[in-house]
């Protein structure tokens, strides 16, 4: 199946590649590699407080 997933980069230079390629500060990640990155989250208290922290920042922007 070709599910993609789309990511918030998670820093400056990433953000920059980003924009000069043309996705508009996203990153499109396949599922099958979402199915990895989520097994690794649950494991990585450090990526589970990040992406809470990002949340909290989008949740800013979406008011």
Do not use: H
């Not at 993609?4 to 920059?16: A, C, G």
């Not at 996203?26 to 208290?45: G, P, R, S």
């Amino acid at each position: 199946m070709g599910y993609t997933i789309i990511m918030v980069p998670d820093s400056q230079d990433m953000l920059e590649i980003s924009e000069r390629n043309g996705k508009g500060g996203k990153i499109e990640v396949d599922y099958c590699y979402y199915d990895m990155m989520n097994a690794f989250y649950k494991e990585n208290k450090e990526l589970r407080a990040e992406v809470a922290r990002l949340k909290e920042v989008i949740s800013r922007y979406e008011k």
